[in-house]
């Protein structure tokens, strides 16, 4: 516990470079969309049809293309070669008769093409050969009619490889834009970041507790548990603040949040209070306009003295740019306040099904450690350690491991109903992609390795596609449910 220094507020001029340099930051966590399309070559030249023979030498620098399928849909046909690695490609339309001839480098076939399913496609046959002494292979599309295609590669995400995607459109079809939009959609997907902060550490001990239980051991505990469930959570990805018994500035921890890209800063914390007799678990955002209780005053001098305690050379306290940088916070907090609202009564939701609650509400109070204004941030008190029954459970494994599982289960809920754009949540919750939402049983298929490709459960595969029992025909379209 920590001496109630009710005179002092930290220094804003901290938080005024903090805000400076949020500014800075380019909020979008998107990974840069690869849209290696090497432009196709219309026109074309010389009808040159793929087929000079020589199957020899394969060489080991060669990438292997694990399989070609084709998927059709209203007004278009998309043809995606599942890749072991990126490839380099070239697209040419001929004519007379019809075709579009795909060049692509140092690749080989490593699955056999031959009993691909063509009904309702703009494809009447599909042919492949090598070429340059078996260094590259063309494959030659045979069209039933006019296409314009468009091309773009797609980078691993979930359950598929590297791919090589050709969109055919039919004549009349707005190609381009389609294709963009599907392009964006699919490349984009990228991992909520949630950033897991353990309080205090190294010899900032945090709150203590009777028999020597140190807040900073149990809120480690419990931020390693958390991060293992996001790490395990497709969709998320997970940074841990501090991963060890050592201390990190406050200002650090969301710099370290910030550079991580992060979507949510978490801090776990376990309280202490004056008497031994209040327990509960509370959750607590950043205040705008000063704390909501005077719990949330006394709680939030008391966590911010953890810079001076944990040791960070130069705190200064009292600066004379505290008013331009109050209205810089209030001007960028506006949004991620109320997302960390929502965020909170989701946490408090799961919280109270394990823990007692000691705030029904998310708290307000104005905690240095929250001051990461572009990104929502809540302070998770996990519970009293001055309350010796509290502190027993706090000290056990199987309790701060359902601690995490709620915390978990109220920031996954919350991040699937608000996802941000861009991200796999999005495309989960917006059904996007026709690629994936889709599978066109070609021969071999069966119900349940359809189920494992898709990491779907196999009745849930059933269900969805209101299957009354296993046989699927050759051509039918399966419907995907979202994982
Ligand atoms: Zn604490």
Redesign the pocket.
């Known amino acids: 516990m920590y001496p109630a220094n009710r005179g002092r507020r930290i220094s804003l001029g901290r938080l005024l470079r903090a805000a400076a340099m949020a500014m800075l930051v380019c909020p979008s966590g998107a990974s840069a969309a690869q849209t290696g399309a090497s432009a196709a070559q219309t026109g074309a030249s010389a009808a040159q049809t793929g087929a000079s023979a020589a199957q020899t030498g394969a060489s080991a620098a060669q990438t292997d293309i694990d399989g070609l399928r084709i998927h059709p849909s209203p007004g278009k046909t998309r043809i995606v070669f599942d890749l072991g690695q990126p490839v380099e490609y070239k697209m040419f339309r001929l004519r007379d008769p019809l075709r579009l001839v795909i060049d692509i480098s140092s690749a080989r076939f490593s699955s056999d093409v031959s009993n691909l399913v063509l009904e309702q496609t703009a494809i009447r046959q599909v042919r492949t050969a090598s070429r340059n002494n078996g260094e590259d292979i063309r494959v030659v599309l045979d069209l039933n009619e006019e296409v314009q295609p468009n091309s773009f590669v797609l980078q691993p995400v979930m359950q598929y490889g590297h791919r090589l995607v050709i969109d055919l459109h039919g004549k009349d079809q707005p190609s381009l834009t389609v294709a963009l939009k599907s392009q964006r959609t699919l490349t984009q997907m990228r991992d909520v970041i949630i950033a897991i902060d353990a309080?205090?550490g190294g010899d900032d001990p945090?709150?203590l507790g009777p028999g020597k239980l140190y807040?900073?051991d149990v809120?480690l505990g419990i931020a390693k548990k958390l991060h293992v469930l996001f790490e395990q959570e497709p969709g998320f990805r997970s940074k841990l603040i501090r991963e060890g018994d050592y201390y990190v500035a406050l200002r650090k921890r969301t710099e370290i949040a910030r550079s991580s890209q992060a979507d949510v800063f978490l801090?776990?914390?376990?309280?202490?209070f004056k008497t031994s007799k209040v327990s509960g678990a509370s959750v607590y955002a950043i205040s705008q306009k000063g704390a909501t209780s005077e719990t949330a005053r006394w709680?939030a001098e008391?966590?911010n003295m953890?810079d001076l305690i944990g040791g960070v050379g130069s705190v200064s306290l009292g600066d004379r740019e505290d008013e331009v940088a109050e209205i810089l916070l209030d001007l960028a907090q506006t949004h991620s306040l109320s997302f960390s609202l929502e965020i909170g009564d989701s946490v408090l939701g799961n919280l109270k099904k394990v823990n007692k609650l000691h705030k029904k509400t998310v708290e307000q109070a104005a905690f240095a450690v929250l001051k990461s204004p572009e990104i929502p941030s809540l302070?998770i008190?996990t519970g009293y350690i001055s309350n010796p029954a509290e502190a027993r459970k706090l000290a056990t494994r199987s309790h701060q491991a359902r601690l995490a599982n709620a915390i978990f289960k109220g920031v996954k809920n919350s991040m699937q109903s608000r996802p941000p754009d861009g991200s796999y949540l999005a495309w989960v919750k917006q059904g996007k992609s026709d690629e994936a939402k889709t599978h066109v049983i070609e021969r071999g298929d069966t119900l349940s390795e359809i189920a494992e490709r898709y990491r779907v459960p196999f009745r849930k595969l059933k269900d969805f596609n209101g299957l009354r029992n296993d046989t699927i025909r050759l051509g039918q379209t399966l419907k995907i449910p979202p994982g």
């Open positions: 309080g205090h945090g709150a807040e900073k809120v801090s776990i914390h376990a309280d202490a709680l008391k966590e953890a302070l008190e």
